[in-house]
C-alpha cells in the first residue's frame, strides 16, 4: 500500500484528534475575535493549503456574512509594501508552518494590529510561533508528497472555527458525525479502484464545481496533476459556460462534483450540456438522478448542510488520483521533480 493511500485512510482517526486537540483553542480565538471589531478576514496560504483557505472563505462568508479576501504574499515579499489590516482576522495556513511568504503576511498583519491565527501540522515552526493562536492539524507525518490528510485537517479546523463563532449547533453536530462517516466512502473502495480503470489512458480533463466545493474541484485537479501528470485544469461551473466549454470534443474528460443542495441545479444543467456534446461525463454526487447521468459515478454521504459535502468530495479526489497514478504505473509518494515541503518568497 502507498504512503498516499495509507495517509487517505487515517483521516477518521486525524479528523476526531484535530478536534479534540484544537477545541479550546478554537474557543479562546472566537472568544478573542468577538472581542475586537473584526470588520474583514485575510487568509494567506500556498497551494494545497490554498484550497482549504478557499474553503475557508466560503464558509465564512455564508456563516458569518463577512468579507473574505485571499493574500497576495507578493504585495509584501517582492514589492515591500504594507497593508492596512488593523480591524482584520488574518489566517495563515501551512503544513508545514515553514512558508516564507505566508509568514510574512502575519507578521505584517500584526504589526498592523490584526488578530492573526495560524494553521500549521508542526507546532514548532515559524508560522506556529508567528500568530497570535495556532491552530494544530495534529495529523501526524505526512509522508506523501501529495498532501491528503493534513488537506482535510485544515478544513476541518476552519470549519470547527466558524461554527464555534456562529453557534451552529446544527453545523457541529454535522461536523463531529464526518470522521466516521467517512467510512461509507472507504468501503467503496475496491469499485472506486475499477471505476478508475477506465482513465488509464488520459492526458487531460477539466473539473468542476460551484460554490463551496468549488476549492474541492481546485484541490483534485492538483491531486491529479502532481501524482498522475494529467493535464488536469478546475473551474467553476459558473465560469466554464464561458469561454472554457469550447474546448469541450467528444470524449473530453470532466469530473463534476454535484451534491445535493443549493449548486445542483446549476450542476445538473451543465452535466446535460456536457452529454449534448458528448464529453465523458463523471459524477461525484449523492444525488441519484445526476448520478444516473453520468459515464462514471463515485457516491457520497448525504449531508444536511451544502458546507459539509466537501470533506466527502475531497476524499474521493484523493482516491480517484492516488488510483489513476497506479494503474498509470507510477508512484503517488514522490511524483518528480517534486519536494513534501515547497518555501516560496
Known sequence: MTEMLKEILEQPEVLKRCYDTNRDNIKNI????????ISSVII???????HAGIYGKYIIECELGLPVSLA????????HQKVQLENSLVIGISQS???????EVLKCARESGAVTVSITNDEASPLAQGADVHLYCDAGVEKSVAATKTCSSEMYILAQMVAEWSN?????????QIPDRLSEVFNEMDAISDKVERYRFINECFVLARGINYPVAMEAALKIQET????????????????????????MPVIIYAPNGPTLKDTLDMVEKLKKNEAEVIVISNNEEILE???SSFVIPQTSNDLVSPFYNVVIAQLFACNLSLI????????RSLNKVTITK
Open 328 to 335: 498509470k504505473g507510477l508512484n503517488p509518494d514522490k511524483p
Open 72 to 79: 497576495s504574499p507578493s504585495v509584501y515579499t517582492v514589492y
Open 228 to 251: 498522475a501528470y494529467v493535464r488536469a485544469k478546475a473551474y467553476a461551473t459558473s465560469d466554464f459556460y464561458h469561454g472554457p466549454f469550447a474546448m469541450i470534443e467528444k470524449d
Open 44 to 50: 494567506a496560504a500556498r497551494g494545497t493549503s490554498d
Open 293 to 295: 447521468m453520468g459515464d
Open 168 to 176: 451552529n449547533k446544527d453545523l457541529k453536530n454535522e461536523l463531529l
Open 30 to 37: 472566537v472568544k478573542k475575535i468577538k472581542e475586537h471589531n
Open 97 to 103: 508552518g515553514k512558508a516564507a511568504d505566508v509568514l
